[in-house]
C-alpha cells in the first residue's frame, strides 16, 4: 500500500486513537498499561523559567495551526517548557522536511510521521542517529522519563522502536489497539439502496462485484459505477493476492513489496495474479464499469468521488468509512440514498481472507524526533514523562475540563461542544488535544466509543473482519536504499504508466506476464526484490 | 606587451565609466548571490548526496549518476517529447505574436484596436495554477472543448488522457496566454519603426505588401532573434509546471519530458544526486542551444545577445 | 495622413474587413474562458453539476460559493500580503533592472559584453531548488516576507527589453548633454530614465503580474500563516476542500457539491483584482509605449 495511503490512515488513526485514548486511565488498564504509582508523581513546573524548544510538526490540513492549539498553551502554563511550532500541512511535510535536511536547521524536535506526509529519512532513524541529527533518547528514559519507559520497556514494544543498533530514536506514542486488531481499516463502501432495488445481496467476490457493477450501470443509470479507490489503495487487487499496490505513486523502497505468508518477499509487478486484477480490471473498463476516469482522478479527490456518487453517476469506492457524511452531503437530491460498508472482495467464496499491509507498529504510533541541535533534551523528556501522569494524559488527550471534557462518574466524557461541532467532532477535538500523547493506552477505545456511534462501529468491523491485517515495519540500511532506489527508478515509471495502459487496453493487459512483466524482470526487479528480502528477514530475526 | 596594452586600456575603462560600474554593482551582487551561489550547490551531482552531510561532506561518485540516466528506458523518449514540445512551442510561440502584433499593426480604428490587445493580452495576467484549473475544467467531458470532442469524435474521457491530445493542449493553452503578451513586444518594436521611411516608401509607390516585406518586418527583426534565442535558452525547460499540473501516467508516453523527469526523481523521490545530474544535462543541452542559435543569428544577421 | 477606407483598392477593403473578422474571433476566444468562469461561478451548485458544456449564462443563480469564499479571514490577509511583498519586490526589482540594463546598453565598457553573458547565462543555467533553498535558509531569510520580496525580485528577461530599449535611444542625445557638463548620473536619472518612462512602467508591470501570480517562493519559504500570499491561500482553500474530510468523521453537509463551485469562485476572486486594475495601467502602458516610441 502506499505510504501516503497509510499516513493518512495514521492520522485518522492518530484522531480516532487520541478520541479513543484519552479515556478515563482508571479504567481497566490494557496489556501495555500498567502506571506505577510511585513514579507517576511529577512536581510542577518542570522549570524555573519559561524554556522554549522549536518544534517542527506536520497538521493535517483540517486542523488549527498548533500555535493556537488550546492544550499546548495550557501545557506551557503548568510546566514552563513551551514549544514553538513550525506547523507544515501534511500534503507539503514530506517536501519541507527534506528541505529542512538539506538546509541543516535542525529545530529541537520534528515530527517522523509514516503517514499523512510521510517522512523516510534515508537509512532510517538509526541512520539520522548516526549522522548525528537524531538523538538516542534510550539512556536518558530510565532517569529523565521513568514513567514513560516504565510503560515502554516491555519486549513487543521495543522491538518495534529499537533499531538493530538498539538505539530508541524518538519519542513514541503508547497506543492501544483493542481485539489485536486495528479499529478500522481502508474499505468499500456501497450505494445499498440501489442493491435493494435491484434485488441483489452484498457482493463478497469478484464475480459478484461484477455482477452488481453492471446492474448499477443498466438499472441505475451510473456511468462511473465503480470509482477508483481513493488513495490509489489495492483493495480489490488484494483478493488476486498482490499485497501492495506496485504502481502505487507515492510508495517507495518497502511500500511497494510485500512478504507472502512463508514470509518470502514479492513485487507485484511480475505476479500472475497483478496480470489477472489487470485483466479483469480493463475488462469492466471496457465494458463502462470501472471509473472510466481514473487515470486522471486526484489520488485523494474525495469531494469530487462524493459528488460523483452523490449524483447518482457512482455506486462504489474505496475509502475510510468514517467520511461517509462526505457522501451523504453530497447526496441530497437522491432519494433513499444508503452509502454502507461493503467488505473487502474475495476471489471465489472459498478464497482465504485478503491480506492488508500496515506499515506502523503495532503498539505505538509515529514518533517525535528529538535532534542533537536539542540543548537540554533532558527537560524535554521530563515534559513528555508529565504527559504519562494522570493529569498529563488527561489533558493530552481529552483537553480542558469543564470545556472539553466533564468527568462523569471519575470517567471523562466529551462536551456537546465537541460532540456536536459542525466542523466534525474528531476535527474539532484537534484543536483541543494536543495530537500527541505518549500514552494514548486505552483513551483510544473510549473516545472512540463516545465519537463514533455503534452503528459505525458495526460497519467498520465488516471492513475489518474481511481482510487478514499484517503489520509491518521493516526498514532499509542507508546502502540497501540507496541499491533499492536506483534500481526501482525507472521502475516506477514504468509500471505506472503500463498500468494505466493496460487497464484501457485487454490486449496489453492479457500480454503483461509475456512483455511488461518481462521489462519490469529485464529491469533488475530480482535484485530489488533479494535486498528486501535480506531487510525483511533481518527485521522478523528481531526480537 | 599586449598585456600592458590590455592593462591600460582596463585603465581607461574603469577611469571613464566608474560611476557605470557603481550602478552596476548591485545587479552583479544579486546574480552572484542568488544565482551563481545555489551553482555551487550542483555538485552534488557528482555525488552521493545525503542531505545531512551536506554538499561537501558527500561521496564523491564522479559521473555515475549521469551514466544511470543515459542509460535509463526512458532516456531517448525524454529527449523526444523534450524537443518535440519544445520546437512546438517555439514555432508557435515566436510566430503567433507576430502575426497578432502585425494584424493589429494594420488596424486603424484606434478603439478597435486597443479592445482587441487588450483583450488577447488579458490571459496573460492569469496564474500558472488557475491556468491550468482552466485547462481541467474545458476539456472535461462535461467542458465546453471536451464536450464538443465527445460529441464530434466520441471521446469520452478528459482529453488530457489521450496522449496525442496533450501536445495540442499545451501549445493551444501557451498561445492563448501568451500571445497577446508578446505582441504587445512586437507592438512597442512596430510602433517605434520611422514613419518617415513609410512615408519615404509611399513616395516611391511601395504597396502595403512591399512596405510590409521591407519596412515593417526588418523593423521589428532584432527584436524577433532577440526573443528568438531567449527562447531556446528556455527551450529545453518547456513550460514543466505546468505539465507537472496536467499530466497523468497515462500520458507519460508523450508527456514526460526532462524536468517533469527531474521533478518526479527530486522532489517526488527525494533521489537529489539523481535529479540534479538529469537536471545539469538538461542545463548544459539547453546552455548549447543558446549558444549555437546566438552564433547562428550573429553569422546571418546584425542581431545576437551577446 | 492615412487613407480613407472609402477610397482604398478592392483588395485592401478585403482585407481591412477581413482582418477586423478575425482580430474579432481572437478576441472573443481570448476572453471566452473567463465568461465561463463567471457565469459558473454564480450558478447554482446542483445545476453546475449536472451541467455540460459552455456557460454562457448562470444556471440558477447562487452566491454561496462566493460568500464560503469571502468568510475566510486568510484570502483578505492574503490580499494585504500580496500588495505588500509585490510592492516592494517591484520596486527594488525596477531600480536594479533600471541600473543593470542602462549600463549594459553602453557601447563603450570594456567588461559588458562578458557582464551581460554573466547575467545571461543566468537564464539558462541555474542551481536549482535545494542550493537555493540551503542559501535562503542560511540569510535567516525562512518565514520572513524577505525570501519573497528580493530573491525573485528582478529578471534577466526584463532586463535585456529595457537595455534593448535603452540601445534605441540616439547616442547623440547623451553626446550632447555630455559637451553640456553633465556628469553620468544626471544623464540617467535626468533624461535617459524619463525618456524610457514607458519600457520601465512596462517591465515593471510585468515584475508585478509575475510577482502577483507566484506561489511556489511563498509556499517553500513562508510558514506562518499570517505571512501568506494570496495565491498561497488559494493553493490552500483548494486543498482544505480536498482534505476537510480527512479528520471530519461525518460532517460537512454538501460540501462536495460545493466544492465545484468554490473552484470557480476561487479563480474569480484570485484574477478580478487584476482585470480590474488592467484597463487602468493599460492606458499609462500602451500610450507610454507610443511616446516613448515618437519620441525615441
Sequence with gaps: MNKRFWSVLVVLALALAVLASCAAPTNTPGPTATPTPDISKVSLPLADTVQTFKAFLAINESAQDYKDNVVWKKVAELTNVQLDFTSVLSSNYTTEFNLMLAAKTYPDLFAYPSGSGSVNYTGGLEQAVDDGVALDVKPLLATDAPLYWSLLNKPEILRDIQTDKGYIPGVYQVTELTNDKPAFVWGMMIRKDWLDTDGLTMPTTIDEWHTVLTAFKDKNGATFPLLKHLGDNPIFMQAYGIVANPANQFGSGVGLFYPDTSGKIHYGGVEQGYADYLKTLSAWYAEGLYDRDFDTRGIYDLPGEAALVGTGKAGATGGYLAWKGMFYGAASTQTGFAWVAAPAPKLTATSDLPSEQVTFPKYVSDPWVITKACKNPDLLLKLFNWMCTDQGQLLMNWGVEGDSYTMVNGKPQFTDKILKSDKGASAYLEIYNGNFAPLKLEHGPVQSAQLIDAATTTEQNVQVDSVNTVYLTWQLTADESTQVNAIMSDIQTYIQEQYVLAVKSPTVAAGWMATQAAQIKSMGIDNAITIMQTAYDRYMAKK | ?306 | ?296
Excluded at chain 2, 213 to 240: E, K, S
Excluded at chain 2, 275 to 301: C, I, P, Q
Excluded at chain 3, 75 to 96: C, D, M, P
Design chain 3, 1 to 296: 495622413m492615412d487613407t480613407p477606407f472609402r477610397k482604398e483598392s478592392l483588395p485592401r477593403k478585403t482585407f481591412i474587413v477581413f482582418n477586423a473578422l478575425l482580430l474579432s474571433v481572437l478576441g472573443v476566444i481570448a476572453l471566452i474562458p473567463f465568461v465561463h468562469v463567471l457565469m459558473a461561478s454564480i450558478s447554482d451548485p446542483f445545476k453546475l453539476a449536472a451541467n455540460t458544456g459552455l456557460i454562457l449564462w448562470p444556471k440558477g443563480f447562487s452566491l454561496v460559493g462566493y460568500q464560503k469564499v469571502f468568510e475566510s479571514v486568510e484570502i483578505w490577509r492574503g490580499y494585504l500580503n500580496t500588495i505588500l511583498y509585490t510592492a516592494g519586490s517591484v520596486a527594488l526589482g525596477s531600480v536594479l533592472t533600471i541600473f543593470g540594463a542602462y549600463v549594459l546598453s553602453r557601447r563603450n565598457l570594456y567588461w559588458g559584453n562578458k557582464a551581460m553573458f554573466f547575467i545571461t547565462f543566468t537564464m539558462i543555467f541555474n542551481g536549482g531548488l535545494i542550493p537555493t533553498y540551503i542559501l535562503i535558509s542560511r540569510l535567516g531569510w525562512i518565514d520572513t516576507p524577505l525570501a519573497v520580496i528580493i530573491p525573485n525580485c528582478m529578471s534577466a528577461f526584463n532586463l535585456i527589453i529595457m537595455r534593448t530599449y535603452f540601445q534605441t535611444i540616439p547616442e547623440s542625445l547623451e553626446e550632447s548633454a555630455n559637451l553640456d557638463g553633465a556628469n553620468k548620473l544626471q544623464i540617467l536619472f535626468r533624461i535617459m530614465i524619463p525618456l524610457a518612462k514607458s519600457s520601465i512602467a512596462v517591465v515593471a508591470l510585468f515584475y508585478v503580474i509575475a510577482q502577483w501570480n507566484s506561489y511556489f517562493q511563498a509556499m517553500i519559504y513562508l510558514r506562518s500563516a499570517n505571512l501568506f500570499t494570496l495565491q498561497l491561500v488559494i493553493q490552500q482553500i483548494l486543498l482544505k476542500n480536498q482534505a476537510t474530510t480527512a479528520s471530519a468523521s461525518g460532517s460537512s453537509a454538501y460540501v462536495s457539491v460545493v466544492a465545484e463551485l468554490i473552484k470557480y469562485c476561487v479563480i474569480m476572486v484570485s484574477i478580478i483584482p487584476m482585470l480590474v486594475a488592467y484597463p487602468f495601467i493599460q492606458r499609462y502602458f500602451v500610450s507610454g509605449i507610443m511616446v516613448g516610441a515618437v519620441k525615441g
Design chain 2, 1 to 306: 606587451m599586449q598585456g600592458t596594452k590590455r592593462e591600460g586600456k582596463i585603465r581607461v575603462d574603469w577611469r571613464r565609466n566608474r560611476t557605470y560600474y557603481f550602478l552596476l554593482l548591485p545587479v552583479l551582487l544579486y546574480y552572484v548571490v542568488f544565482l551563481y551561489i545555489p551553482m555551487g550547490g550542483l555538485a552534488m551531482a557528482f555525488e552521493h548526496f545525503s542531505p545531512a552531510k551536506g554538499v561537501f561532506g558527500s561521496a564523491f561518485v564522479g559521473f555515475a549518476n549521469f551514466v544511470t540516466f543515459f542509460k535509463s528506458y526512458y532516456f531517448w523518449r525524454l529527449i523526444r517529447n523534450t524537443l518535440i514540445l519544445s520546437a512546438l512551442g517555439l514555432m508557435f510561440g515566436v510566430l503567433s505574436p507576430v502575426g497578432l502584433a502585425l494584424l493589429l499593426n494594420e488596424v486603424k480604428g484606434r478603439l478597435f484596436k486597443k479592445t482587441i490587445q487588450t483583450a488577447t493580452y488579458i490571459p496573460y495576467f492569469i496564474s500558472l495554477v488557475v491556468v491550468a484549473s482552466l485547462i481541467k475544467i474545458f476539456v472535461a467531458p462535461e467542458g465546453p472543448v471536451g464536450n464538443l470532442f465527445s460529441s464530434l469524435f466520441g471521446l469520452d474521457n478528459s482529453l488530457l488522457t489521450y496522449a496525442n491530445g496533450f501536445r495540442p493542449i499545451m501549445v493551444v493553452s501557451d498561445m492563448w496566454q501568451m500571445t497577446g503578451y508578446i505582441a504587445v513586444i512586437y507592438l512597442a518594436a512596430l510602433s517605434g519603426i520611422d514613419h518617415e521611411q513609410y512615408e519615404a516608401a509611399r513616395i516611391d509607390g511601395a504597396g502595403h505588401w512591399k512596405q510590409l516585406l521591407h519596412i515593417t518586418i526588418p523593423g521589428i527583426a532584432p527584436t524577433i532573434i532577440v526573443l528568438f534565442i531567449l527562447r531556446t535558452g528556455q527551450l529545453l525547460n518547456v513550460g514543466y509546471e505546468k505539465i507537472i499540473l496536467l499530466y497523468s501516467p497515462g500520458i507519460y508516453e508523450t508527456a514526460d519530458v526532462i524536468s517533469t523527469f527531474v521533478y518526479r526523481k527530486g522532489l517526488l523521490e527525494f533521489n537529489y544526486s539523481y535529479a540534479a545530474a538529469v537536471g545539469l544535462f538538461n542545463a548544459v543541452a539547453g546552455l548549447a542551444m543558446v549558444l549555437l542559435s546566438n552564433w547562428l543569428a550573429k553569422r546571418y544577421t546584425d542581431t545576437r545577445l551577446f
